[in-house]
């Protein structure tokens, strides 16, 4: 929602064309070129972020580590064992924010540039299919 809302008014309150009213969104380094490059950008790092999270939750990294535990050698205690087989905690908050803001962005921008609407469903297409991954594969059962 941020990155959408970002782009349309840096573009109207610093063009000094935007406020004559002259259409030169369309021209290099203009409206058209940023919007196209964070709907791309969009599409793209929301799913590996959801498997390769940089910030510790990272269902991908957890997989690895638990498969390259060696049994003999392991200095992690049985908490810390149990912890990785348990999976990543899944946050359905942000998975449903990072849905809408996907959303959001293609319908904002697509009469702008209709390949923004096809850079929406790819990228919650690609959406989908990493949080089917997650859901059944990495992260850990709710505690209901």
Not at 8 to 28: G, K
Not at 53 to 61: D, F, Q, T
Not at 100 to 107: A, E, G, H, R
């Amino acid at each position: 929602f941020n990155s959408g809302l970002a782009l349309l008014l840096v573009h109207a309150w610093w063009d000094e064309a935007a406020t004559t009213c002259e259409m030169n969104w369309f021209l290099p380094g203009n409206l058209l070129q940023d919007v196209v490059d964070v709907c791309f950008m969009n599409m793209l790092a929301v799913p590996i972020i959801l498997l390769v999270a940089p910030w510790g939750n990272s269902p991908i990294l957890s997989f690895l580590k638990l498969r390259l535990l060696d049994d003999r050698s392991s200095r992690m205690t049985q908490s810390e064992v149990n912890e990785l087989h348990g999976g990543v905690e899944y946050r359905l908050p942000y998975r449903y924010a990072s849905m809408l803001k996907t959303l959001f962005l293609s319908l904002l921008y697509a009469p702008l540039a209709p390949v923004v609407m096809l850079f929406g469903i790819v990228s919650l297409s690609l959406q989908y299919w990493a949080d089917k991954v997650n859901l059944l594969r990495l992260a850990r059962r709710p505690p209901w």
